[in-house]
């Protein structure tokens, strides 16, 4: 009977071994704003189909910021309290590091490279901030696929002008003829996941 045990104990921490080498040989990423499985992909000289099964994704388009990714080896996945977005119609999404909604008032958006500034007030400046930060963190130069810029637009949309200005002006237009309104758009991505 002590032998039997004995050898059961070996066993047990013997196979502790081998689990916690084999974490430790494993690459894993951290998710950052902007990130994509695809790019992370060609950053580690992997495939987005390893990746996928190496962390048992379901959707590949919907990842969260400070989600570890593991790139070569075992499948281990910490979630966050981060949103994510899938890919969809019109608009994709990437991931955002911000889970908190704006103050109701007047947002200026400002990008340094054109100097380039926006105004809008109350619920609906509120609203067009929050889809920023979810869309793309507040960035002009934010890309996922075709999809481009501070609100995530498609580059057909931009017809290849992706100034600041141009960003603002298209996402205005969009807004105005699909929602009526940024508060409106809001509530949409609020309840699907995307504008």
């Known amino acids: 009977m002590k032998i039997k045990s004995l050898l059961l104990s070996t066993v047990a921490a013997a196979g502790l071994f081998v689990f916690s080498a084999a974490a430790v040989n494993a690459d894993t990423v951290t998710v950052k704003a902007g990130d994509t499985v ?47 977005t899938t890919t969809t119609a019109t608009t994709t999404s990437q991931a955002t ?13 400002t990008n340094n490279a054109s100097n380039y500034s926006a ?46 200005a141009n960003q603002e002006r298209v996402a205005n237009n969009y807004v105005s003829s699909r929602y009526g309104s940024w508060s409106a758009a809001q509530a949409h991505w609020q309840a699907n996941g995307w504008y």
């Not at 989600?67 to 910490?78: D, K, Y």
């Not at 909604?101 to 958006?109: D, E, Q, Y």
């Open 38 to 84: 695809s790019s992370i992909a060609n950053a580690n000289n992997t495939t987005i189909s390893a990746i996928e099964s190496a962390n048992s994704l379901a959707n590949v388009n919907l990842i969260y910021v400070g989600q570890q990714l593991e790139v070569n080896g075992s499948t281990t996945q910490a979630s966050s309290n981060n949103q994510a």
């Open 97 to 109: 590091t911000a889970n908190t909604t704006p103050a109701a008032a007047t947002t200026t958006t």
């Open 119 to 164: 105004t809008t007030s109350g619920s609906d400046g509120s609203a067009k901030a929050w889809i920023a930060n979810k869309e793309s963190g507040g960035s002009y130069s934010a890309r996922n696929g075709q999809y481009i810029g501070k609100y995530q637009l498609s580059s057909s949309y931009l017809n290849g002008d992706y100034s600041a």
